[in-house]
């Protein structure tokens, strides 16, 4: 789905409704939220474009499986997903569909650790023997205070 347009989408949650789906997970678009929140938290774009996978490996990066396999994203194309999204969750919603919107789940880039000494990261194991360069993603307890 990721390289769907506004059209395939459309098409698609029309059937969504017609078949009586009335929930539905609305992921497109959240890179654009993820990278102006860790820009508040002063990483710089290089932390932040080595952590997102390119587009046909988002749902492995969106799971914290891995990070920066497949290319890198471009901040237009986040942006026009960002955009795509919107249209996605309104159109859901015109057709009664609760939409289901990803929340934090703790995954972050490497440079978050750097710039916050005394946070509490854990890194992932090696999920599908990737590479240490793809795997092993940072990921923020919890229970911290960041």
């Avoid at 390289?3 to 497109?28: H, K, S, V």
């Amino acid at each position: 789905m990721i390289w769907w347009d506004w059209n395939r989408w459309e098409q698609e949650i029309d059937w969504m409704a017609m078949n009586g789906i009335n929930l539905a997970l609305a992921f497109t678009g959240q890179e654009l939220i993820w990278y102006k929140l860790f820009k508040l938290y002063n990483l710089d774009d290089d932390d932040i474009y080595s952590f997102f996978s390119g587009p046909g490996f988002l749902a492995w990066n969106r799971m914290g499986n891995v990070k920066g396999f497949g290319g890198k994203l471009d901040f237009n194309w986040m942006n026009n997903q960002f955009e795509l999204g919107k249209k996605i969750i309104n159109r859901m919603r015109e057709l009664n569909i609760k939409t289901v919107l990803p929340a934090f789940a703790g995954h972050l880039p490497s440079g978050f650790k750097l710039k916050y000494p005394n946070s509490n990261v854990i890194l992932s194991p090696n999920w599908g023997s990737f590479d240490t360069q793809y795997c092993c993603v940072d990921f923020l307890d919890p229970s911290d205070e960041y």
